[in-house]
């Protein structure tokens, strides 16, 4: 988070997923005026859209 999150939005990247398989948790990042920002927390097994995406998706985690 603090080092490839600030060189991605240096880069332009948008949109960033940190994805924590043992937590089965996604944060969702968004650079804004060059900033990465916090914009999303997906945890647990649901069904929904995922930023930057409309679509609907499904976080079933494989059993640990």
Known sequence: REIKLPLYAAEG???NWIVDVRARRIEVYRTSAGTPELVDTIEGDTERAIPPFETVM???????
């Open 58 to 64: 499904n976080t079933a985690w494989p059993p640990p």
């Open 13 to 15: 990247v948008v949109f």
